[in-house]
């Protein structure tokens, strides 16, 4: 079945201090995607990130990272000193070619980073 | 190139009336996609549509639901007989490409209340 899990509710951090947003899934597929979307206050999904299951190479993007390791099925995402605009809720989802959802989204982690 | 678009972004009605949502895809995007997003969780998928053809519709939450992409480029979700637990943030999503597991761009949003 496909699943993803992301176990932190909230995070508060100051400006400038590093976060890592956890994200877990499960899959009983070998080919698979991963996505990262961010939601700020505005309501809008706006896409950040989509790997797929034969890359492990993690990636950066300015200040942004992702650690990918299938032996732990965890897709975390990490921002680098940050910043009030940053503070949105951000999910992970999953794609695969099992069941009937083309993506599977988690429950969302809420960033807020305080001046 | 604009990004996906939702009409209305906003819509109150009363328990028992009819809507109607419409959204418009990123034009080359062949696969339209509708998701609910409840306060708190993440988006959940309701039904998707590959040009006119809708792929899978068994996750819409009831026979009051239904969606059409007639032509094979904008779509409508309508709601018969709304219910307070409809009330919700309705997501369409777009993408391109043979398989489901290509990235889903977001339009803003239509927010439901229902009275």
């Known amino acids: 079945a496909q699943k993803v899990t992301q176990a932190q509710t909230e995070i508060s951090v100051v400006e400038k201090e590093d976060v890592t947003l956890d994200c877990v899934y499960e899959t009983r597929d070998t080919t698979y995607y991963l996505f990262w979307y961010k939601q700020p206050p505005s309501g809008e999904l706006v896409f950040l990130i989509r790997r797929n299951s034969f890359d492990e190479q993690n990636e950066i993007s300015g ?3 992702w650690n990918f390791q299938k032996s732990t099925s965890s897709f975390n995402f990490t921002i680098t000193a940050s910043q009030v605009v940053d503070s949105a809720v951000y999910f992970c989802a999953l794609s695969d070619r099992t069941g009937n959802t083309p993506l599977v989204f988690g429950k969302g982690t809420r960033l807020s980073v305080i001046a | 190139d604009t990004g996906v678009s939702q009409d209305p972004r906003h819509k109150i009605t009363k328990r028992g009336q009819n809507v109607t949502f419409r959204c418009d895809p990123i034009s080359e995007h062949n696969r339209l996609y509708w998701y609910r ?3 708190g969780q993440g988006p959940e998928f309701l039904t998707y549509f590959q040009n006119e053809a809708q792929l899978e519709k068994s996750r819409l939450l009831s026979d009051r639901f239904s969606a059409e992409r007639p032509k094979g480029s904008f779509s409508t979700l309508e ?8 009330s919700a943030m309705y997501l369409c999503a777009s993408s391109y490409g043979p398989s489901p597991e290509e990235t889903q761009y977001f339009g803003p949003g239509t927010r439901l209340l229902v009275l």
């Open chain 1, 63 to 65: 200040r942004y990272s």
């Open chain 2, 79 to 86: 709601i018969q007989r709304t219910e307070q637990g409809d």
């Open chain 2, 37 to 39: 997003q409840t306060l």
